[in-house]
């Protein structure tokens, strides 16, 4: 069965650079989540996306901005990146209704140097 | 904002043990779900408890969800190696058709044989 497809799965960045993570949601999957897991710490909210539209934001600094594609795919895109930014990012993907299931991809490891 | 307290945060325990691990809010939760995360993965659902007292049974996984809504409780019978990991509770309290997952900062169990 499809899953949450991420990529890259690794990324190195330097300081201040740009970074696009990407996910692809499994099919007929309408919401996204993005969350930022740092090493030892549990999954953090950042944002999340029904039907193209931004439902809620979280923890989200200023420098990142995603969007949900026509396709359902989502881009989270990170600005000026600091060190602290270093972490694993997770997209998860749930169908509509309540209590649904959210299936999360592998992770995109960004490290910054 | 809720917050969801899991304890105990580390547990390493012998193969055959039981074990109990809490997850705590002063907020009323829909549903909560506890996920099991390995290290470098996403988190995989183990199960989701909807209804106020709810018991729910997985194998050697037993998971409770406070009357009040408001806790849970994932215990683990003669545990094995297979069973360390990260376990993470998740809260879902929504006002529209779906909401976002809270998490907890989860329990890394560790099982030695």
């Known amino acids: 069965a499809a899953g949450v497809i991420q990529s890259p799965r690794h990324l190195i960045k330097e300081k201040r650079e740009t970074a696009t993570l990407k996910c692809y949601p499994i099919p007929r999957h309408d919401t996204v989540y993005w969350y930022q897991q740092g090493p030892g710490q549990d999954p953090q909210f950042l944002i999340s996306?029904?039907?193209?539209?931004?439902?809620d934001k979280g923890s989200i600094p200023d420098r990142f901005s995603a969007q949900q594609f026509s396709d359902y795919h989502s881009e989270l895109n990170m600005s000026s990146l600091e060190l602290g930014d270093s972490a694993l990012y997770f997209c998860a993907s749930r169908a509509q209704g309540k209590n649904t299931e959210a299936f999360f991809g592998q992770g995109t490891r960004l490290t910054v140097v | 904002t809720q917050l969801l307290e899991q304890s105990p945060q580390f547990l390493s325990i012998q193969e055959g043990e039981n074990l109990t691990v809490y997850c705590n809010s002063s907020s009323v939760f829909s549903s909560l779900q506890w996920y099991r995360q390995e290290p470098g993965e996403g988190p995989v659902l183990l199960v989701t408890v909807v209804t106020g007292g709810e018991v729910k049974k997985l194998k050697r996984l037993t998971f409770q969800f406070g009357d009040a809504r408001k806790d849970s409780s994932l215990h683990i019978t003669a545990a094995q190696p297979g069973d360390t990991g990260l376990y993470l509770c998740a809260g879902e309290n929504y006002g529209g058709s779906q909401g976002n997952l809270i998490f907890g900062k989860g329990t890394k169990l560790s099982v030695k044989p």
């Open positions: 996306f029904y039907e193209k539209m931004q439902s």
